[in-house]
RNA sequence: GCCCCGAUAGUGUAGCGGCCGAUCAUUCAGGCCUGUCGAGCCUGGGACUCGGGUUCAAAUCCCGGUCGGGGCGCCA
């Protein structure tokens, strides 16, 4: 239907040199502002809006634009008029257009309407609400910061790998896996890379990342839980300690903010974001100092007990007031922490482990890894796992396997924080939580 | 899983025993308007989550279900 029309143009290649002559263009049809003798006609593209200006001294075609539904997608022809009165610039003239796509009445979400919408209605209808510029943005963001994770920990010598995520057997025990058939044998959705990426650590490709969907069937109802997330997960070999592991991701953690600020200005000043790159080294705080500055604050931590909710917040206050809001907490309990965390030697009680917190919150936990296979099946019986289930994770162990560590950083925690938003769900395109599959 | 809160036109809300024949905004329909850009103005349409109960009377109070929001635990 539209063979014999040119290409379409995007609203940032049309400049000076077309005014005075005839586009293509297309776009939704955000707007019709019929001001009676005179229309205007906002058309909106993925970059931006333009101007289409119908005059009653058109032709009855042309001007049948103006009572096009809202949201339709169209094709217009016109010429190009510079105009200082538009924003733009120029406005366009039609002279015919198609309606390529009809939208339907009324829109289930309001594209531009002064009125906001519940997160529900939203997630109901995203294709709509992601037609707005700063619901968008985020996932600009998101991408943005993708980039910056492959391109510093590739120049930091690491290889990207893809795990499998249909497994037999989870990292944490059992009651978070996802069950799923397969081939009529039963399997399990990945809640982490971990006892892959740990395999790997016996192969020489032993210094890589993934980014990759990690599933929990976690019963939490929270902002910053979800069924599925984006995991950002790194494991090194021939490390001589946990301080390595910490200075890659700090690094990256660093590189990825000031990224975003060379690449993303655009969406950073539309979210209103002012975002600090962190000096590194952060602070590096062991559970113990934390639960002395928790006690400073009148909250006591039970030696040997995590961190709840309450006291992370608070240690995040308390270190964002001297101006830290990113910062490791380390050598955590070890009875607190998974099999494959290596125990300290000179202080069994506790690990060489750590999380990464930011502006209030988890963003990634890690450590040093257990390699001593021996060792690794003690921890394991005592957190009532069974060796055997694992033998296909522990064989990695009896070969020959470098001391390693590593880590898993929620990559839509991270943007959820940078981009200032209220439920981490808004970082995602299609959250699935416990009470949404669809859409 | 536990705790708290909520559910009113397409959307977002006000009302919280009789004044509700339910408010406002937006949307939708129709009309006026030749420079709008959150266009403006006029007219009109459109809703009390479901099932029970209390009461002379229920959107409003009680019980249960469903759905949603937040918190906790846990975590990325």
């Known amino acids: 239907m539209l063979g014999d029309w040119p290409p379409f143009r995007p609203l940032s290649e049309i400049g000076e040199a077309d005014h005075g002559k005839e586009v293509a263009v297309a776009g939704w049809l955000e707007d019709v502002r019929d001001l009676g003798g005179i229309a205007f006609l906002i058309l909106r593209q993925r970059e931006g809006t333009l101007q289409v200006t119908v005059k009653s001294d058109q032709s009855a075609e042309v001007r049948a634009l103006t009572g096009v539904s809202r949201e339709s997608v169209v094709a217009l022809r016109g010429t190009v ?12 003239i039609p002279e015919a257009y198609e309606v390529l796509s009809e939208a339907a009445k009324p829109l289930p979400l309001g594209v531009v309407d002064k009125v906001g919408a519940a997160m529900d209605t939203r997630l109901d209808n995203r294709f709509l609400d992601l037609r707005k510029e700063e619901v968008r943005a985020v996932f600009h963001l ?45 399997a399990y959705l990945a809640q982490s890379p971990q006892l892959y990426k740990q395999i790997l650590m016996a192969t020489g490709l032993d210094r890589i990342y993934e980014l990759a969907p990690a599933f929990r069937a976690e019963l939490s ?25 910490l200075q890659v991701l700090e690094g990256a953690v660093a590189y990825t903010l000031a990224f975003l600020q060379d690449h993303a200005s655009e969406q950073l000043a539309l979210l209103n974001l002012d975002l600090a790159v962190p000096d590194v080294p952060v602070p590096r705080v062991t559970y113990q100092r934390a639960r002395e500055v928790l006690a400073g604050e009148g909250i006591e931590v039970p030696d040997g007990e995590d961190l709840d909710t309450g006291a992370e917040k608070a240690l995040g206050e308390a270190m964002a007031r001297e101006g830290h809001d990113l910062f490791f907490v380390v050598e955590y309990p070890s009875a607190i922490k998974p099999f494959y965390i290596m125990v300290k030697d000179d202080d069994p009680e506790f690990s060489h482990s750590f999380d990464l917190e930011y502006r209030g919150d988890e963003m990634a936990s890690g450590g040093q890894r257990e390699h001593r296979v021996d060792r690794i099946e003690t921890r394991m019986r005592r957190q009532g796992l069974d060796p055997g289930d694992f033998e296909f994770y522990l064989k990695a162990f009896r070969y020959g396997m470098p001391p390693h560590g590593g880590w898993g950083f929620g990559l839509d925690r991270f943007v959820w924080k940078v981009a200032g938003l209220g439920n981490v769900r808004e970082a995602i395109l299609f959250p699935r939580d416990r009470g949404r599959l669809i859409p």
């Open 142 to 186: 998101k991408s943005h910061v993708g980039s910056a994770l492959r391109e510093y920990m590739t120049s930091k010598g690491f290889v990207e790998t893809h795990t499998p995520k249909v497994i037999s057997a989870g990292a944490e025990g059992g009651a978070t896996l996802f069950r799923v058939d397969y081939f009529e044998k039963p």
């Open 81 to 92: 008029q510079a105009n200082e009165k538009v924003r733009n610039g120029f406005e366009i």
């Open 221 to 245: 109802d929270t902002v910053r839980h979800i069924a599925e997330f984006l995991s950002f997960d790194a494991e090194m070999a021939y490390i001589r300690s946990q301080e390595e592991v």
